[in-house]
């Protein structure tokens, strides 16, 4: 058959009449004239046409050309003259290299598989020596150098190789090879369909269109780069593919071709696993050894025969890199090996496709999975492969049939993959899945991503809600969910508690350490779904439907703002926090002069302010009326940038917000069961005896303690989750970007000094925004001073410090007095009193320029606004923000610039006059109820100390004291702490300011409130407040007294004494004489002190005295004040007509500015003197004093 295809082309060069002529190639290192003898077949017996042009179809890529001739001879002639040329080789040694056989010279393929030669071969070894060539000139051929030992191996394989297959061919009686015989090569035949249609390189005559047949040094070469390659011996698929299409050196797709699906077929069709793998095995041992594509155990141990052909093909293709390497290592590149190598990378990827989706052998092959899945999840395929498979498949017009046939089972395989290891517990392999899915949308062709778009556009990209709990499927049924799912929260994975916290009793440093790892883990996890989110983003095809999928995201979750909203309903925590991630890193860049600040009024906005959203500054009515106003207002399409944003703020508000608040309720709920517990424990000696009620406590103790236990647990999980100094500190920077925005559009600027308070009116925009933008900068400052105070000292940005100063010190600016409560309550958390961490960021606040001049004025004015906030809770609401401005202005006090701020505003008007009543109000109310609540706990511990007497009530009065005891401690407690900071904050004022407090509106009360207090302390009934353990509910009674003494001492004068004796209900000598006995024999005060005392005790008793000798008690009724029925020594009237004394009224508008008797708003500049009056009630005085006088006389 060989014979006939040579003559055939023989015949057709005859016929033709044309001579060929062939140029080779070769590398610019080798001279011509040491190559001489690389055409040693017509060096003798042929003769060059002088006339014929050398022809170079392609540029040249060496300095030096050589042209072979030929000419034209009988098929016999010709294979007699390569006999006669190559004859003198058959006794040398033959060079070849260790990857082309193995040591024992036969190839370990089964006989019937194709492509493999089982002759005897000869050793390798490493040099190549030529005789001399006695068919030629006769000279020796000169020793060829290392950089082109392929070219020496090359033409001693063709030689020898040649020698064989041309005296088979030319005789007939000599005995054929057992390649021929073994390999079946004379029954091979090449399909016709199979072949190339048109040629990569064609070198035509420019005579005719015969083309050359490729040169033997350059055939053999080829076939040893096909048995590194491959592992198997081409060469008589590279003749055949020459003899039977006359192709030249340039096409070797049939070659390639041919081999590759033949070994397809043959793994395909092999009966068994075991029959595959040991065809492989055998291909393996001929190839040439590579270290750089490991594959993982699940690849190397798999018995899958897609996955098998898969890692052929790849390894084929890292070869094809290592040989390419080595010809430039060896700077010896040939423009067919070049070529060759190229083809095989091209078919190994076509083949790859072909395998991967199931094309080779459809109806033998069952395999659901993306055969890709295992060398995508551990990343191990050769480099570039994965750009070529997709360069291969992605067409112009973008995701087409065959592309989307290739990747989405690959991506559902990676999802299902995700789904099965979506949990920390899987260690390491959790995130395989995640970081394919990563490396895939990041591959780029041109300026399209193609997995990315393919991702957006699966049937699970973004499901429709298909029942009513949409947020929970949300994080269950798109196709990104395994990957946003993971989380340690006790909730979300209940797995994390027994694999990290399943030991009986971790210590600190241990839980310390294991929380450490898990947060590293989610900043990795987190990385990796920020780079995934920013590759379909800034992917042009895919942007808009990844921007949905956030929307949609929000939206389904809207609930979770909720305060009390179904967990069971809604996305999970750790899904939300996620999402939140990715938004706060694609927002880190993102400058606030490009955010639009009206987005969320925009026609196209993303995010929803509902029209019942409490507003800053704007009732509902208001909003809508503005709303309108601004929808005529031509709007410009949103920005990324804008949009990114606001998604954001929006999450911030669905994610880290519940879970903080979550985090808090967990904790409180902890201390409570713990409380109880305790509380139930304490008192069981007395539960014990009746035994109905022993089995129901210890039941009760058993379910209260195990429920703490489980709650503790999932508090450790949170606090890996929660607190994260990673993703607090995020969150803090994005926060910084909102503080920004709302001061822009007010028109503040942080690093210039503003004009506090803000102007009237504030601006429409600020006033339309939801109050939660501001509300949640407060929730989150709290939580992170408490739990994480060194996020904010790590802070360095002055916009917190101002955002918190501009809004303290303008609540106006904001409906909501609670929400200003709250950004005083970040200032109160922040003193050094409370948290030594934050001592530094309290400083800064208080040291800014602002503060000094507007901080104490707004404070004092705020405490007194409180009085009514509009809520149900108001009365008690205020004692608890009294108390925080009460702790920050002792922080106050000890700043000279603060202090003297205090002083000025207590002498510029009647603002500090208000600040003043209000200590009053609330001195007196929490001090008698603290002093009642020690008098009801020492009532009860009395009696219980009474075993006689106490065990003759009942088991329900038993308890019923018991419960009414626990209260009284707990209110105790909280009224104690509130009642000695307002006693404190009056103890240093009264020390440097007096004047305010002896106004006359103020005198009488604050005597009377003294007095009273003093009795309690210093009275006959005094042994009722004595308690155990007074430590437990902050009870001192001794610095208490010597409190209230010093501020008698502080405010002596003529003026205070008389107010003390006007108090009838209170003041008492004997009551001054034992406070002074009480100050002696404690040590509370010095001798001189105690003296100071005592004389204003004495003034005050004198002027008793000459109290009790006028009697005004038959004033006329005109005379008389309408609501204290007192006589009026500055009478006004009201605007209901009413006259009333100026000091009653005055007292009364400091409580609440309305008319007593009409509950009309009321003004001191309402107030109409009533002169006439006033002179008729000196005159009645002045006579009843006479008429005294003359009595006594």
């Known amino acids: 058959i060989r014979r006939k295809r040579l003559a055939r082309l023989f015949n057709s060069e005859q016929n033709n009449g044309q001579e060929t002529s062939q140029n080779l190639e070769l590398p610019s290192n080798i001279d011509v004239s040491e190559c001489r ?84 071969s000869k050793k390798p070894g ?99 780069v096909f ?113 060759l190598l190229d083809e095989i990378r091209s078919q190994c990827i076509n083949y790859s496709i072909l395998v991967a989706t199931n094309k080779v052998n459809p109806c033998s092959m069952h395999y659901s999975a993306s055969a890709l899945t295992p060398f995508v999840l551990h990343l191990c395929w050769p480099r570039g492969f994965f750009l070529k498979l997709i360069s291969a498949t992605y067409g112009e017009d973008g995701v087409g049939s065959s592309f989307t046939e290739l990747f989405q089972p690959l991506l559902y395989s990676l999802c299902q993959e995700m789904q099965k290891r979506s949990s920390f517990t899987h260690e390491g392999t959790y995130k395989l899945a995640l970081q394919s899915l990563a490396e895939l949308c990041d591959i780029k062709i041109g300026q399209n991503r193609p997995m990315c778009e393919l991702l957006v556009r699966l049937d699970l990209w973004m499901p429709e809600p298909l029942t009513s709990a949409a947020g929970i499927e949300f994080s269950r049924l798109t196709f990104l969910s395994p990957f946003l799912s ?22 600190n440093e241990s839980t310390k350490m294991i929380n450490q790892s898990l947060q590293n883990h989610l900043e990795l996890v987190r990385k990796e779904l920020h780079t995934i989110f920013h590759s379909i983003l800034v992917n042009t095809s895919s942007r808009g439907n990844a921007m949905n999928y956030l929307e949609e995201c929000l939206r389904r979750n809207e609930k979770r703002a909720q305060l ?23 927002s880190v860049k993102i400058s606030v002069d490009k955010i639009d600040p009206y987005y969320p009024f925009h026609p196209l906005s993303r995010v929803c302010v509902k029209k019942d959203e409490t507003r800053l500054k704007m009732t509902s009515e208001d909003a809508e009326k503005w709303m309108v106003h601004i929808s005529f207002l031509q709007w410009q399409n949103p920005k990324f940038s804008t949009e990114c944003f606001f998604l954001a703020l929006h999450c911030h508000h669905l994610s880290i917000i519940p879970c903080l608040r979550k985090y808090t309720r967990r904790v409180r709920a902890i201390r409570e069961y713990t409380r109880i517990a305790e509380d139930l424990q304490q008192s069981e000696n007395v539960w014990s005896q009746i035994p109905h009620l022993a089995v129901r406590n210890r039941h009760l103790l058993r379910r209260w303690r195990d429920q703490a236990k489980r709650l503790a647990k999932a508090k450790v999980c949170a606090d890996a989750g929660l607190l994260d100094a990673n993703l607090l500190g995020r969150c803090l920077s994005f926060y910084g970007m909102v503080m920004n925005l709302l001061l822009k559009t007010l028109g503040c600027d942080p690093h210039s000094c ?137 922080s106050l006090w000890k700043i000279t610039a603060h202090k003297d701020a205090v002083i000025k505003e207590s002498k510029s008007g009647s603002q500090f006059v208000r600040f003043i009543n209000m200590l009053i109000n609330d001195t007196t109310f929490l001090l008698d109820e603290s002093l009642e609540s020690l008098k009801r706990i020492h009532q009860v511990q009395e009696a219980m100390d009474n075993k006689e007497e106490w065990n003759k009530q009942s088991q329900e009065q038993q308890q019923s004291r018991q419960r009414q005891l626990v209260n009284d401690e707990r209110h105790c407690r909280s009224y104690l702490t509130l009642a000695s900071e307002t006693v404190d904050m009056f103890h240093y004022l009264t020390a440097d300011i007096k004047e305010p407090f002896l106004k006359n509106e103020i005198i009488d009360r604050l005597a009377a409130m003294l007095n009273f207090n003093l009795q309690q302390l210093c009275g006959p009934k005094c042994k009722n407040l004595k308690v155990k353990n007074p ?101 006004v009237i009201l605007p209901s007509g009413n006259v009333v004394d100026r000091s009653v009224i005055t007292r009364h508008l400091l409580n609440s500015r309305t008319d007593p008797f009409s509950r009309q708003p009321l003004s001191e500049d309402k107030l109409i003197p009533a002169s006439d009056l006033k002179l008729q009630i000196e005159n009645w005085k002045r006579m009843k004093l006479q008429s005294l006088n003359k009595d006594e006389a």
């Open 37 to 120: 003898s690389l055409d040693a077949r017509d060096a003798t017996e042929t003769t060059p046409d002088t006339n014929a042009p050398s022809i170079d179809t392609k540029p040249k890529s060496v300095d030096e050309t050589m042209p072979l001739e030929n000419t034209s001879k009988s098929c016999e002639e010709k294979m007699e003259s390569n006999v006669a040329a190559n004859s003198h080789l058959e006794d040398s040694s033959v060079v070849q290299s260790d990857s082309e056989v193995n040591e024992s010279g036969k190839s370990k393929w089964p006989s019937n598989t194709i492509g493999v030669d089982d002759y005897e």
């Open 126 to 224: 490493s040099s190549v020596s030529s005789n001399e060539d006695s068919s030629n000139s006769g000279t020796a051929a000169p020793e060829m150098n290392d950089n082109c030992d392929f070219m020496s191996q090359a033409l001693v394989k063709m030689n020898s190789s040649d020698t064989m297959d041309m005296e088979n061919e030319a005789c007939p009686h000599t005995e054929q090879s057992s390649f021929d015989t073994d390999a079946g090569v004379e029954s091979m035949e090449v399909e016709e369909v199979e072949r190339r249609e048109s040629l990569k390189r064609q070198r035509e005559s420019s005579v005719g269109d015969s083309k050359v047949i490729m040169s033997h040094p350059y055939r053999d070469h080829i076939n040893n």
């Open 227 to 339: 048995l590194r390659v491959f592992g198997a011996n081409c060469q008589y698929l590279i003749e055949d593919a020459i003899l039977t299409d006359n192709l030249d050196e340039s096409n070797f797709l049939n070659v390639v071709q041919s081999f590759l699906m033949n070994l397809i077929i043959e793994l395909c069709t092999a009966p068994d696993f075991k029959t595959a793998r040991n065809i492989y095995d055998n291909l393996q041992e001929k190839t040439t050894k590579i270290q750089s594509l490991a594959f993982p155990p699940e690849i190397l141990e798999s018995t899958d025969v897609p996955i098998l052909m898969l890692r052929y093909l790849m390894e084929c293709y890292e070869r094809v890199s290592y040989e390419e390497k080595s010809l430039c290592n060896k700077r010896c590149v040939s423009l067919p090996i070049t070529d």
């Open 486 to 507: 993971l989380s340690v929260f006790a909730e979300d994975d209940p797995k994390i508690v027994d694999k990290f916290y399943g030991a009986t009793k971790l210590s």
């Open 564 to 586: 009390h909203s179904n967990d069971r309903i809604l996305s999970s925590d750790g899904f939300m926090l996620n999402i939140l991630t990715v938004l706060q890193m694609l």
């Open 754 to 890: 503003a004009e506090l308070p803000l102007h009237m009116p504030i601006a429409e925009l600020f006033a339309a925004y939801p109050d939660w933008y501001i509300e949640d900068i407060a929730d989150f400052l709290l939580f992170v001073i408490q739990y994480m105070p060194q996020v904010i000292e790590s802070s360095t940005g002055e916009e917190l410090v101002f955002f918190l100063i501009v809004f303290i010190c303008s609540p106006h600016a904001i409906s909501n007095p609670y929400l200003v409560a709250k950004l005083i309550e970040v200032l109160f958390v922040s003193s050094p009193t409370l948290h030594q961490f934050t001592e530094a960021f309290h400083t800064r606040i208080l040291s800014h320029p602002l503060a000094q001049t507007h901080l104490a004025r707004a404070l004092m004015k705020f405490y007194t606004d409180v009085e009514t906030t509009g809520a149900s809770s108001e009365f008690y609401d205020k004692f608890t923000i009294r108390y925080h401005i009460s702790v920050i202005f002792k």
């Open 1031 to 1131: 430590d437990k509910y902050g009870w001192e009674p001794k610095r208490l007294l010597d409190q209230l003494t010093d501020i008698y001492l502080h405010l002596d004068s003529e003026r205070f004494s008389q107010a003390i004796a006007n108090d009838e209900r209170s003041y008492n000598k004997d009551l001054f004489e034992d406070a002074a006995s009480r100050l002696k024999k404690a040590l509370i005060k010095t001798d001189l002190e105690i003296e100071r005392f005592l004389q204003i005790a004495k003034r005050v008793e004198e002027i008793k005295i000459s109290n009790n000798s006028l009697d005004f008690s038959d004033a006329p009724e005109e005379f008389r004040d309408a609501l204290m029925d007192t006589l009026m020594e500055d009478p």
